[in-house]
């Protein structure tokens, strides 16, 4: 079981950064897949990039390539997402997410969320 809670979110305005943490309870922590995902208002989920277990492979979706990196520490316990040259676009709630497997749909354990808005 893990438990995930999102923090870091807030208001920016276009072309500013955010960097967005993902604290994780319970056992194992490097042994999980972490992704972080959004949900923009009247949109569905939305992938946004994953990091696997020792922290040497990382996916992103093609739009946030360049501009979002993902990374963790697994002494922490923590993953983070640090956003850069943010759009209006990128406004939606982010959410963190575990799961044994890579992959861009599918994850076992998620977290409530943390709201990301930027302005123009």
């Known amino acids: 079981q893990v438990q995930l809670v999102e923090s870091g979110g807030g208001l920016v305005q276009a072309g500013g950064s955010l960097r967005l943490s993902c604290a994780a309870s319970g056992r194992h922590f490097s042994s999980y897949v972490m992704g972080w995902f959004r949900q923009a208002p009247g949109k569905g989920r939305e992938f946004v990039a994953a990091i696997n277990g020792k922290g040497d492979s990382t996916d992103y979706a093609d739009s946030m390539k360049g501009r979002f990196t993902i990374s963790r520490d697994n002494a922490k316990n923590t993953v983070y997402l640090q956003m850069n040259s943010l759009k209006p676009e990128d406004t939606a709630v982010y959410y963190c997410?575990?799961?044994?497997?890579?992959?861009?749909?599918?994850?076992?354990?998620w977290g409530q969320g943390t709201l990301v808005t930027v302005s123009s």
């Open positions: 997410a575990a799961d044994p497997l890579m992959g861009r749909h599918y994850y076992n354990y």
